[in-house]
């Protein structure tokens, strides 16, 4: 089945459904480059209070901001039937996810038990809105391997929010959880290889021969590689409480695992068939090299003991897989889903001839979003620098902020010609 194939007018949420998601995220990586300047020791060490709000703003902010809107968009297609009270779904998930970061970065930043309190209440009930509405859709989709990765992804979501949601309560005051170390790690690698790593696996099964008009993913790997992923997570997390001594076999497999994605994915847009330039192509493949440089960094902390033990390792970890992997990739499917639906909301409500109203390709000019992929890109440069040397942390959050603003400015000018051309949002 193919997503774009399958979407009836019918069955599609209104536009404006999975577009206050798209506009209100590029606000959050915005907020994150704001806080790099105006507190550059976010870089300094993972535990700084502002290290932890700066993953906040990107994890939840930017990337859970545009996984969930495109989720929305696209549950209804794989389930083949319309999400069950889609609108009221969309606004409680969007609105509490606003508010609960927000409230989190704020616990965080000030050290204010009551903002976690906040958070807690707004994260957790949103998510939970939105994970119980995703379980219906997914319950009824057939079976598949894009399928299949995003139940894994969203599994991994509950996970990762339960963990968060315990952590959360341990700042707030309201209990202590056991085993807190290893509940930090597992929040941490659900969060990151489950929710975002599998989502984006489960996806690219399908939008990298689509977009990119390359070969299919060998099936074997598409078969089994989002399933040995969350298995090895379950591994890593029973490794961490019972058998320490494995970890380092597991983390091995996990790099194995994320290897074989990166290559193939590389090896197919290598392969394509319309050699022709594309901006969305660039962000995947910045963010299929982001992730072979995670594995090299990994590996160097493997024979480096010193490297393992600084603070720096664990930073450039986070900025590679975070900034260089996870936003990159997001960003160029912004490029894809935002203006592929003004088209098609367009097209659908005007019943327009060919010809009479933009194509895709029109709704934002290549030159904007080829200067906005150059500055995300001298980001993720400077962010690497600046966890090696601190004095480039002012530079690479004003050049990051720049491209937020610029993604921002790029997404509203498909909109404001969706609009021109008479589009009705909902
Ligand atoms: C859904 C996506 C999420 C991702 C990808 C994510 C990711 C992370 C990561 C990577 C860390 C550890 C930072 C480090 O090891 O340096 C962390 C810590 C933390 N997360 Fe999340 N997180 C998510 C959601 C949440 C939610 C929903 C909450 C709470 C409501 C939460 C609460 C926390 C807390 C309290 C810590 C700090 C642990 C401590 O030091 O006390 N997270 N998160």
Redesign the pocket.
């Known amino acids: 089945m193919s997503l774009q194939a399958g979407l009836s007018f019918e069955q599609a949420p209104p536009f404006a459904l999975p577009l206050r998601f798209f506009l209100t995220a590029p606000l959050f990586l915005l907020a994150a480059a704001g806080l790099i300047v105006w507190a550059p020791e976010a870089l300094a060490s993972?535990?700084a209070p502002q290290?932890?709000a700066l993953?906040?703003a990107l994890?939840?902010g930017f990337l859970?901001m545009v996984m969930l809107g495109a989720l929305l968009q696209m549950l209804p297609v794989v389930a083949g039937e319309s999400l069950p009270a889609a609108r009221r779904v969309a606004w409680i998930s969007h609105v509490s996810l606003v508010l609960g970061t927000l409230a989190?970065m704020t616990g965080f930043l000030m050290a204010e038990p009551a903002a976690f309190g906040i958070?807690?209440l707004l994260?957790?009930g949103g998510?939970a809105v939105f994970l119980a509405a995703a379980s219906i859709s997914l319950a009824r989709a057939v079976a598949g391997v894009t399928v299949n990765g995003i139940r894994l992804a969203v599994l991994s979501?509950a996970v990762?929010?339960l963990l968060?949601?315990a952590?959360?309560l341990?700042?707030a005051g309201w209990w202590f959880p056991p085993a807190i170390e290893t509940a930090?790690a597992a929040?941490?690698a659900f969060?990151?290889l489950g929710?975002?790593l599998l989502l984006v696996i489960g996806v690219a099964w399908q939008v990298v021969p689509m977009f990119q008009i390359t070969p299919p993913y060998p099936p074997r790997l598409a078969r089994w590689l989002a399933a040995a992923l969350f298995a090895l997570l379950l591994l890593h997390a029973a490794a961490l409480l019972f058998f320490p001594a494995a970890v380092p076999i597991v983390d091995a497999a996990l790099a194995g695992a994320i290897l074989a994605f990166a290559v193939a994915t590389l090896r197919l847009q290598s392969r394509r068939r319309r050699k022709l330039a594309d901006v969305t192509l660039d962000y995947w493949r910045l963010g299929m090299a982001s992730l072979l440089a995670c594995v090299v960094v990994w590996l160097a902390a493997q024979f480096w003991p010193a490297w393992a033990d600084s603070d720096a390792y664990?930073l450039l970890l986070?900025v590679l897989f975070l900034g260089g992997f996870a936003v990159s990739v997001v960003c160029g499917m912004l490029y894809k889903i935002v203006p592929f639906l003004a088209w098609f909301h367009l097209q659908a409500q005007l019943q327009a001839k060919a010809g009479s109203i933009p194509t895709m390709k029109e709704m934002i000019a290549e030159r904007r979003m080829r200067g906005q992929f150059r500055l995300h890109l001298a980001a993720c440069v400077l962010l690497a620098g600046a966890v090696l040397w601190p004095q480039l942390a002012i530079a690479a959050g004003s050049v990051l902020a720049l491209s937020a603003l610029l993604l921002w400015v790029n997404l509203l000018s498909a909109v404001r010609r969706f609009s021109g051309y008479g589009g009705r949002f909902s």
Do not use: S
Request: aromatic share 10%; hydrophobic share 65%.
């Open positions: 993972r535990w290290a932890l993953t906040h994890t939840l859970a989190l958070a807690i994260l957790g998510f979501l990762t929010l968060g949601l952590l959360a341990l700042r930090i929040h941490a969060g990151l929710w975002v664990p986070g």
